[in-house]
């Protein structure tokens, strides 16, 4: 019965249009990454060597930066692109503030410990989370707070 299912023409675009939903999926979440990705090389490039801020920061690191991208990783397809940028302490940050008064930044140390800060009108939140390859549920929960997705 399913053999004959497949030879259907109806079968066939139902199949073709799932193929192509799938691969449209895929290329989106694929180039967002990538210009993130190429965000995050920009920043280590200007942000890699003493003082880069001429008040003293800290270099970002090889280990840094390969704790930002695993980070990055650790995103579900669909989660809003962050805006990347360099901490004076020689860590990566990342941000989001979709709106006025609601903002989450998150600083990806070299030690991989996430530090965040939260923003949600007139409520702040900040804490310090470990961070062992997957998303924390705590940050994860401020993150579709602050975009509405995750």
Request: with cysteine; net charge negative.
């Amino acid at each position: 019965m399913i053999a004959q299912a497949r030879l259907t023409p109806e079968f066939r675009l139902l199949e073709q249009t799932q193929q192509a939903m799938r691969e449209a999926f895929a290329h989106s979440y694929t180039v967002g990454m990538q210009a993130v990705l190429d965000e995050l090389e920009q920043v280590w490039q200007e942000c890699r060597r003493k003082d880069w801020d001429g008040q003293g920061a800290r270099p970002l690191t090889g280990r840094a930066k390969e704790a930002a991208i695993e980070f990055l990783k650790a995103f579900p397809p669909g989660t809003a692109a962050p805006e990347v940028g360099a901490d004076p302490l020689g860590y990566f940050s990342f941000s989001w503030m979709p709106r006025p008064g609601w903002a989450l930044s998150v600083a990806v140390t070299p030690q991989r410990e996430l530090e965040y800060a939260v923003l949600l009108g007139s409520q702040r939140h900040c804490g310090r989370l470990p961070f062992y390859g997957e998303l924390p549920p705590e940050l994860a929960k401020w993150l579709e707070k602050v975009t509405g997705n995750v």
